[in-house]
């Protein structure tokens, strides 16, 4: 009796409860937000460095090709007229000064038939650039210019001092001579003075255009080859433009300001082919310009050749989920031990979500070298039987941590599943973030919070 009325209850400090240990892994959690954050900055600069990277590529090999021509110019006279005041006599009389000006008149019919093909073999470092090379052929016809539309009187044209030009981006990247036959003449093409916007200016030496019409048409045929990288488009000058273009490239993405054909358009694993075909009436310009050629880049259209696997976005991607990651991984942890009453110190923890952080690095530096999927596997794997083979040392058995490894290895395939979709990536990430609050709530139904 009297030992029985000496006898003090044991009471537990409270940072032996769980709340405590609940508070104490929860900061951790937090506190490892910081590594986390070192390392998405890691794959931030390791992007900045690609993207460097391509810019000196683009640089060398050939950026963007636009292409706005063939265009007829011919040059006319205007006068203008001045007062000129005799110094000696008072008299003042009106003379009248030439001035050249030039009419631009855009083809009745404009072919073209491109060929793309990619190149592989630049390489940086360990950064490897896709560009390509594009083979193009353009025909077509001019017919009569009218003049009329432009209110040049006829005496005032310079028949015999016509040229063809062509507009063009990426004139550096040229890499066939450029000839141009008109009917049965041939002409090279040389550059001229730029304007000042992005495309450069190619001409014909002049010609006489009454010698050389035939039937009221001039026929041309020209070839052009490129080096060029990221996209190929056309302004449809022509009053009826016919756009044809085949390619290896097995990731296109058609823009611009037409559509291709949907009947002939074919996308596969060996490449694409795609058509436009493009009226007068399914454009608001003119067929001729007096003076100034206008800016018709909003008419643009083409393709531009994309990857579709940004190996640095989708390492971000899966850093983003390094939150989660964690998070989920610690109350797996933190369950396993209400339920076996085994004690994980905060030190264990600690280990475990460095372990966590370190998927990332070994995801970034891997996929550097292969392909993102290979990485992630090895990353993952590596990280999960780390994890295992700890976990049999802390909890001193093999069920929880077998358990464990196979719920790390579910966690980290939905997150890649999520990774690799686009637009059902937060309907499947949402409903699996709702089936692991169900499960944990299954889980810790027993759980007795109160000790």
Do not use: C
Request: aromatic share 14%; hydrophobic share 40%.
């Amino acid at each position: 009796m009297e030992n029985s009325e000496n006898q003090v209850p044991e009471t537990k400090s409270f940072f032996q409860s769980t709340t405590a240990k609940m508070l104490m892994v929860g900061f951790l959690t937090l506190v490892l937000l910081i590594p986390l954050f070192f390392v998405q900055d890691l794959i931030r600069e390791r992007s900045q460095r690609k993207t460097e990277m391509v810019d000196e590529v683009t640089n060398l090999w050939g950026r963007d090709v636009q292409f706005y021509g063939p265009i007829l110019r011919i040059p006319y006279s205007t006068y203008e007229a001045y007062n000129v005041t005799n110094p000696k006599t008072g008299m003042t009389t009106i003379e009248r000064k030439a001035v050249t000006n030039y009419a631009y008149f855009f083809p009745n019919e404009l072919k073209n038939t491109s060929n793309i093909k990619k190149n592989e073999s630049l390489k940086r470092g360990i950064f490897n650039h896709v560009v390509f090379k594009a083979d193009m052929n353009f025909k077509g016809n001019f017919t009569n210019p009218n003049f009329a539309k432009l209110n040049i009187p006829e005496e005032n044209i310079q028949w015999s001092k016509a040229s063809v030009i062509v507009k063009t981006t990426n004139l550096k990247s040229i890499k066939s001579e450029l000839r141009i036959q008109l009917n049965n003449d041939k002409f090279s093409f040389e550059p001229q003075n730029n304007d000042k916007s992005e495309y450069s200016v190619l001409a014909t030496n002049n010609f006489d255009y009454k010698t050389l019409v035939n039937h009221e048409k001039i026929n041309f045929d020209f070839s052009i080859s490129y080096n060029g990288s990221n996209s190929v488009k056309f302004i449809p000058i022509g009053k009826v433009t016919d756009v044809s273009v085949d390619s290896d490239w097995e990731s296109p993405s058609f823009e611009g300001s037409f559509a291709a054909s949907d009947t002939t358009k074919t996308v596969g694993k060996k490449g694409f082919h795609a058509d436009w075909k493009v009226l007068d009436i399914n454009r608001t310009f003119s067929q001729q310009y007096a003076n100034v050629l206008p800016n018709l880049d909003d008419y643009l259209f083409g393709v531009k050749l994309i990857q579709t696997v940004d190996e640095y976005q989708q390492n971000e991607r899966a850093s983003k989920y390094g939150f989660l990651v964690i998070g989920l991984t610690f109350l797996i942890f933190f369950l396993i031990q209400s339920i076996s009453k085994v004690n994980i110190h905060i030190f264990q923890y600690s280990m475990i979500g460095l372990a966590l952080i370190m998927f990332y690095t070994l995801l970034i530096s891997i996929t550097e070298h292969s392909t993102f999927s290979f990485a992630y596997t090895i990353a993952g794997a590596s990280v999960v039987v780390m994890i295992t083979l700890y976990s049999i040392s802390i909890l001193k058995n093999r069920k929880f941590p077998m358990f464990i490894g196979i719920a790390l290895s579910v966690l980290y395939s939905f997150i890649y599943v999520i990774i690799q979709m686009e637009d059902y990536a937060l309907l499947v990430g949402s409903i699996g973030l709702f089936l692991i609050l169900g499960a944990v709530m299954y889980f810790s139904r027993k759980i007795d919070w109160s000790k």
